[in-house]
């Protein structure tokens, strides 16, 4: 089966994500949280493990702006090492995009927090029926590695975190509605983006992934998505961590995608990418301006994240098409991890 035609599970899941991310937004509960009195918690604890994990980080930012106590967490760390940030003043807020990954349902045993919400798009599963609060995730069935319910994941956990803020929402949904239109467009012209990636990025050897702030989300989960769908070795690091060390490596063995992002740390990342280029490496900026090497779709605010995941996941194709994978499929894995 060709990696490159819609029969591939992976593709089909792909190109469902536009409208799933509209069916989300449209059926985002803000009623969910009215009621939560936030100012009652010591501290709110966001865990989740892989991508539902990394589509946290953006609705983390926005509650320590908002000057919220919050952590954000994997949920291999809480369950072994620092459970004790869980007590009887702790908003847990679980997210799960199965409801029944190893660490969730092992933590549901073990923790007694003050109130529990959950994220996930299984009714039926552990984490939903034992919550005090649920949001669903309208993804519909998910084949293989996470895409809707990772974008879902991304637009509802930014819109639940204003609400617990105390902040309006109507025009965050907007934002993430243009993201769904702008991810559409792009994902129409989904095969002429794979043969441009692969041109540009071609199968490299040492692969990393630089981004900051919100844009964590895509670095992390873009890595995530090259390991598990296209069997490359990819490192997801923010820009400056890169700069503490690892810059060393650079030379004409390192291809970095450098995501620009948004707002003041923008210059930092293009120099970061003029800085590689002077030392030898392939460094590409990924972005939706006039400058951008690798393009994603236009988008801001709230619906940056979602955007910024699209090239590496279309990278994952023409990466397969050079290497014999296919695209997405599973070799020693299953959807739902069960093993802690």
Not at 240 to 266: I, K, S
Not at 275 to 301: E, F, N, Q, W, Y
Request: with cysteine.
């Amino acid at each position: 089966m060709s990696s490159t035609t819609a029969s591939n599970p992976f593709l089909t899941d792909l190109l469902a994500q536009p409208a799933a991310l509209h069916d989300a937004v449209t059926h985002f509960d803000p009623a969910l949280l009215a009621d939560l009195h936030i100012e009652k918690y010591e501290r709110i604890v966001i865990t989740a493990m892989g991508g539902s994990h990394f589509a946290g980080v953006p609705a983390w930012l926005s509650l320590v702006r908002a000057g919220l106590p919050a952590w954000h967490i994997d949920a291999s760390e809480l369950l072994h090492d620092a459970a004790g940030l869980v007590n009887e003043r702790t908003l847990l807020w679980m997210v799960s995009q199965s409801g029944r990954s190893a660490e969730i349902v092992a933590l549901l045993d073990k923790v007694r927090p003050a109130h529990l919400l959950a994220l996930t798009n299984d009714a039926a599963s552990p984490l939903a029926q034992r919550a005090d609060r649920v949001q669903f995730m309208h993804a519909g069935v998910e084949a293989v590695v996470s895409t809707k319910t990772y974008l879902n994941t991304l637009a509802l956990t930014q819109l639940m975190a204003l609400q617990m803020a105390g902040l309006p929402t109507d025009g965050a949904r907007a934002e993430l509605h243009d993201a769904a239109d702008a991810v559409g467009a792009y994902l129409a012209e989904y095969e002429q983006r794979q043969h441009n990636l692969g041109a540009r990025v071609g199968v490299p050897q040492r692969l990393f992934l630089l981004g900051r702030g919100a844009s964590m989300a895509a670095v992390d989960a873009g890595a995530l998505v090259l390991k598990e769908a296209a069997k490359i070795n990819a490192t997801g690091m923010s820009g400056p961590q890169f700069r503490h060390g690892p810059f060393e490596m650079a030379d004409e063995r390192v291809t970095a995608l450098v995501l620009a992002g948004e707002g003041a740390t923008v210059d930092l990342q293009k120099r970061l990418v003029a800085d590689l280029r002077g030392i030898g490496a392939a460094a590409l900026l990924v972005g939706s301006g006039a400058d951008a090497d690798l393009p994603h779709p236009s988008a801001t605010g709230a619906g940056l994240p979602i955007a910024e995941i699209l090239p590496f996941q279309l990278l994952t194709f023409p990466i397969c098409a050079a290497t014999g994978f296919v695209a997405g499929q599973f070799r020693h894995s299953t959807k739902v991890t069960t093993a802690l």
